[in-house]
């Protein structure tokens, strides 16, 4: 799948890269979908002799060829909440010189990313690359709620209803970007929904 040229915007916003093999003790590399094609671009013998895939495949078919890298550790998961205590388990245990890789869809790295923080390495540390789906993990910045994948702008929370406006303001900690209420002072004015990066 090719890569998506994301527009410039404001600061929080992530910016990802491509993953880039490096010298390390460990190799750890959290991937959803279509993610797994970085992981086949990057891998090297070496890195897989100490390396541990976590995937999540979303349906894609890439399981096979990822297990045929020959990595010492491999796990494939349903979702992201399957494989968290697996992804936590496995940060709070990492040495010096582990090395992280993250590719796929902006939820997933944004979660891990989160997650790999909170065991204490930083976001600076950690190589991301972005394939497949552009659909957002969104907070309803007024009942706190996570809806996944929100892929048109406006939308509706799963959780109260209200439409929000896609804002490209991210919080690395709750790993989603932010929505707001796009009809507060003008209940019902509501613009078509359109995809986000239309």
């Known amino acids: 799948m090719s890569k998506f040229t994301f527009p410039e915007s404001i600061k ?3 910016i990802y890269g491509t993953l880039a093999p490096r010298a390390g003790a460990a190799h750890l590399f959290i991937a959803d979908a279509h993610g797994a094609e970085a992981i086949l671009d ?6 897989m ?3 541990h895939i976590i995937y999540i495949p979303k349906g894609e078919q890439f399981e096979d060829k990822l ?3 020959n990595p010492a550790s491999f796990y494939a998961g349903p979702t992201y909440s399957a494989a968290e205590r697996r992804i936590q388990q496995t940060l709070a ?5 582990l090395q992280l890789y993250l590719a796929g869809t902006e939820g997933l790295m944004g979660q891990a990313e989160a997650a790999a923080m909170q065991a204490g390495i930083p976001h600076t540390a950690i190589q991301t690359e972005h ?3 552009t659909a957002r993990r969104m907070q309803c910045v007024h009942c706190k709620g996570i809806t996944e994948d929100v892929d048109t702008d406006p939308f509706v929370c799963s959780h109260c209803g209200l439409n929000l406006f896609v804002r490209d303001h991210y919080s690395r900690r709750l790993a989603a970007y932010q ?3 796009i009809d507060a002072e003008d209940p019902g004015n509501v613009p ?3 995809g986000i990066y239309e």
């Not at 990057?42 to 890195?47: G, K």
């Not at 245990?93 to 010189?97: F, I, S, T, V, Y």
């Open 131 to 133: 394939r497949g789906s």
């Open 179 to 181: 929505g707001v209420c």
């Open 93 to 97: 245990q990492a040495k010096m010189g």
């Open 67 to 69: 297990r045929a890298l």
């Open 192 to 194: 078509a929904p359109k």
């Open 12 to 14: 929080s916003r992530p």
């Open 49 to 51: 002799a100490k390396g």
């Open 42 to 47: 990057v891998a090297t013998p070496e890195m």
